[in-house]
């Protein structure tokens, strides 16, 4: 028997995730994340010349950025432009109105303002899979759309988080999250 023919083995499936950002006033609802990069990482490198001869060893991990697509809607609880723009405000940034506005946004601020970052991948019946959670992620581009006479479309709002690392609680035989995963609080 090949292993695609055993029932019980199922691949994970692109369209079944959650993703939830929880800040610290606010909050993007699930329902309007309409797409989302899972982390990823690149080991950098150092060579090594010794004759004629390049040896290569692995250096520094790097977190590359996650973007995410946010359907926005013009309901005051579930607006994506509003929620980021206060986001972007709890940061600290601010339009100056006088010289005396001399605040500036930090990293302590912005990881708060997006608050915790977390994948989930669900299997066919509904339950979590995977768990993905970025540490100290902030946004570090927001694009609100673009409009167009011709278009029908909804309008999305692209961002891009940047984050210090991120760790992944994968479902373990008895079906649950572990606890106690590499970074897990």
Sequence with gaps: MTFWQDPKLEPKRGYRFLMSI???EDDLKSFL???TSKPSFTVGETPHQFLNHTFYYPGKVEWQPVTVTVVDTVEPDANGTQII????????YKIPSSLSDTSTISKRNSVRALGE??????????EIV???????????????GDLGYET????????TFRYDNAYVNVLNGDGKLPSNATGAN
């Design 22 to 24: 929880v800040g610290e």
């Design 33 to 35: 994340i309409k797409s």
């Design 85 to 92: 723009m206060k986001m972007l405000e709890k940061s600290g």
């Design 117 to 126: 970052v977390k994948i989930r991948t669900l299997d066919s019946d509904g």
């Design 130 to 144: 995977e768990e993905w959670v970025l540490n100290n992620a902030w946004i570090q581009d927001a694009k609100f």
């Design 152 to 159: 029908e479309d909804m309008l999305n709002v692209e961002l």
